[in-house]
Structure formats: C-alpha cells, structure tokens
T-cell receptor, first 115, second 112 residues
Framework: EPEVTQTPSHQVTQMGQEVILRCVPISNHLYFYWYRQILGQKVEFLVSFYNNEISEKSEIFDDQFSVERPDGSNFTLKIRSTKLEDSAMYFC?????????????FGPGTRLTVL | KNEVEQSPQNLTAQEGEFITINCSYSVGISALHWLQQHPGGGIVSLFMLSSGKKKHGRLIATINIQEKHSSLHITASHPRDSAVYICAVGTHYGGSQGNLIFGKGTKLSVKP
C-alpha cells in the first residue's frame, strides 16, 4: 500500500542552525501539507502546497520557513535559523485532490529537537 | 475561525468496556476525520466522514451535521486500543480538503 515517508525520523540541531526535513508523498497525489505538533499540544497546520507553489500558510509559517518540491518526488521543509520553540514533531501529509472529500495520508513524522 | 473541541481529554477504561469519544466543531466543514496517534507519534487515519455513520471492525464513527458533533465509539475495548484519538476537520470545498484543524486529542488507556 502506498505510504508517505519522512526522513530523518529524529533530528537534533543547535539553535540557529538550518534544518531540512524531507518527505516523499504518495505518487500521483497533488496536494501536500506540513503540520507540526509541539510536545503535549495539538497538531497545527503550517503550510499547504499545490502546483509547485504555496496555496495557504498559517501565522506560524514565517520567513524562517520555506518549502519546495525540488525534483517532483521529494517535498521539503526548511527552517533557516532554528529556535528552541521549533522543537516539535513535524508531519508531512499528501492528498490526491480532485475533491473536498479526500483522505490526507500522514507520514510517520520527524522529531526535531533544538538545543 | 473553526474550533474543534474534544471530550473527554483523558479516558481510562477496563478491557471490554464500550467507549465513546466526542468531538464538536463550530463552523461548516467539508469532512471530519478521526485519527489515531500511538506513543511513537505516528498518525493513522481511522475514518473520514461527512454524514451518517461508518464502521470498521470494533470502531464506529457517527456525525450529526446539524448539531456539528461527531462521536467515535469503540466496542469491546482492548489494551491495544490505548492511544490518543484525534478529531480533525477539513475546511475547504473544491479540489482538496485544505488544511485540517485538529482537536487536542483524547488519551485513551485500556486496562487489562
């Protein structure tokens, strides 16, 4: 069964460093999402991506964040200069599109720890 | 702004008990999702529904659009059902679900 994959599963970084979180969505899906979950809190939307551009972003997704789909398969989230408060679980999701009644498939997550 | 509220926050049950988790939301949605999150953190989709009722094995999900309320039921609960159950709603109409809005989750612990 097709699945969304994410790498790495756990990333530890120093404050101020850049990190890139990688996702491989399900092939032939058209919509891609990043969500994050700070420990003990609810999952929050960061950004959605369609047709090679951002379709929607939340207030959390400031200038420190960027996304791209460099090669038609990977979907990456870059945090330019990490802060302590960026420590969270980051989930990628993909959706087939074509309807507002589509399931979103989640990856296993990347746990980011900023020291 | 759509808010998603779940209750209870925490739930402890004995094996075999019937369990109900509730979710309410404040504005119109395209679909409602019930998700399961295990201690390792991964999220698995259990149900997506926009009306009526769905059943998978011992799990049943219902939604009342007029009352903006959904319930997740687990019959004959088992310790392996222990997890966090999350309600999330899709907000867009058209080509995609759009960004999901999540509830805080209900932490279920089923004791043998």
């Amino acid at each position: 069964e097709p699945e969304v994959t994410q790498t790495p599963s756990h990333q530890v970084t120093q404050m101020g460093q850049e990190v890139i979180l990688r996702c491989v969505p399900i092939s032939n899906h058209l919509y891609f999402y990043w969500y994050r979950q700070i420990l003990g809190q609810k999952v929050e939307f960061l950004v959605s991506f369609y047709n090679n551009e951002i379709s929607e972003k939340s207030e959390i997704f400031d200038d420190q964040f960027s996304v791209e789909r460099p090669d038609g398969s990977n979907f990456t989230l870059k945090i330019r200069s990490t802060k302590l408060e960026d420590s969270a679980m980051y989930f990628c999701a993909s959706e087939a599109g074509g309807s507002s009644y589509n399931e979103q498939f989640f990856g296993p997550g990347t746990r980011l720890t900023v020291l | 702004k759509n808010e998603v509220e779940q209750s209870p926050q925490n739930l402890t049950a004995q094996e075999g008990e019937f369990i109900t988790i509730n979710c309410s939301y404040s504005v119109g949605i395209s679909a409602l999702h019930w998700l399961q999150q295990h201690p390792g953190g991964g999220i698995v989709s259990l149900f997506m529904l926009s009306s009526g009722k769905k059943k998978h094995g011992r799990l049943i999900a219902t939604i009342n659009i007029q009352e903006k309320h959904s319930s997740l039921h687990i019959t004959a609960s088992h310790p392996r059902d222990s997890a966090v159950y999350i309600c999330a709603v899709g907000t867009h109409y058209g080509g995609s679900q759009g960004n999901l809005i999540f509830g805080k989750g209900t932490k279920l612990s089923v004791k043998p």
